[in-house]
């Protein structure tokens, strides 16, 4: 089992930054592909970004791309999502979401995931 819990999320201007957090516990996260989701008001949950530690790989949406960067610190079993940049359209709450990696496939579709935190809301006022 895997827990997971976001932190980081506010209120930030336009052009401003944040950086969220995505802590694990329960189980060592390098074998994991590790992501995040968002969900803005009136949209369906959409995929952000992820990473794989094992493959060394990394996925960003078309619409953060430059803009946000995910890291990890696997000693703390943590992933950050460095959002800079950020425009009203960033506002939604923010999830993250781990499954065993076995490759990107499919990587948008929110079933694949075993294990979801509870999100962190971010806020982008113009």
């Known amino acids: 089992q895997v827990q997971l819990q976001e932190s980081g999320g506010g209120l930030v201007q336009t052009g401003g930054s944040l950086r969220l957090a995505c802590a694990a516990s329960?189980?060592?996260?390098?074998?994991?592909?590790m992501t995040w989701f968002r969900h803005a008001p009136g949209k369906e949950r959409e995929f952000v970004a992820g990473d794989s530690w094992s493959s060394g790989s990394e996925l960003y949406e078309d619409s953060v791309k430059c803009r946000f960067t995910i890291s990890r610190n696997n000693a703390k079993k943590t992933q950050y999502l460095q959002m800079n940049s950020l425009k009203p359209v960033d506002t939604a709450v923010y999830y993250c979401?781990?499954?065993?990696?076995?490759?990107?496939?499919?990587?948008?579709?929110?079933?694949?995931?075993?294990?979801w935190g509870q999100g962190t809301k971010v806020t982008v006022s113009s």
């Open positions: 979401a781990a499954i065993p990696f076995v490759g990107w496939a499919q990587h948008r579709l929110e079933s694949r995931y075993n294990y």
């Open positions: 329960g189980h060592t996260i390098t074998s994991y592909a």
